[in-house]
């Protein structure tokens, strides 16, 4: 028998979320000195903010489908 898949609610839209966890990550990266570890928090966080743009962009009203 299967196991059930667990669903959860989000509470928050995606675009937050993504913007309160690049915060949060940007904030370790600040904490570390410069080197090759703070550079790839800080890929992420640019990451998660092109992210949160694209989903922005997808969901904007202006977009229209093709006639």
Known sequence: M???RRRYKQLTTLPDRLAFWA???REQADKLNPGPEKDALLKKVTQAEEASHF???VNSSQLRKPK
Do not use: E
């Open 2 to 4: 299967a196991k059930p």
């Open 23 to 25: 915060s949060k990550v």
């Open 55 to 57: 989903d922005d962009w």
